[in-house]
């Protein structure tokens, strides 16, 4: 049964940093793409970051470049975004997402909220 558990969302003050963890079970973990998504109230979800399975190739959506970072621990299962110099319109719930050769897998999403 697969499983993705997001963790470390919460509330910050605009300029501050978060760090997200989504620990996976269930599939080869090291095979699969890794993104983190977000959705903002009334948004649609959109994508933030994508690692591929080796962590080599990494893209960024253009409004967390240089402030998001998306790294993978295969050994861990577990792949992390570093959200740093966070602003209010990073609010979101952050989900992880597998894409695997059986499909695509979601977890249940973290609130993170940015506000002073």
């Known amino acids: 049964q697969v499983q993705l558990v997001e963790s470390g969302g919460g509330l910050v003050q605009p300029g501050g940093s978060l760090r997200l963890s989504c620990a996976a079970s269930?599939?080869?973990?090291?095979?699969?793409?890794m993104s983190w998504y977000r959705q903002a109230p009334g948004k649609e979800r959109e994508s933030v970051a994508r690692s591929s399975s080796t962590g080599e190739n990494i893209n960024y959506q253009y409004s967390v470049k240089g402030r998001f970072t998306i790294s993978r621990d295969n050994a861990k299962n577990t792949v992390y975004l570093q959200m740093n110099s966070l602003k209010p319109e990073d609010t979101a719930v952050y989900y992880c997402k597998a894409t695997t050769w059986m499909g695509d897998y979601w977890g249940q999403g973290t609130q993170v909220t940015v506000s002073s």
């Open positions: 269930g599939f080869t973990f090291s095979s699969a793409v």
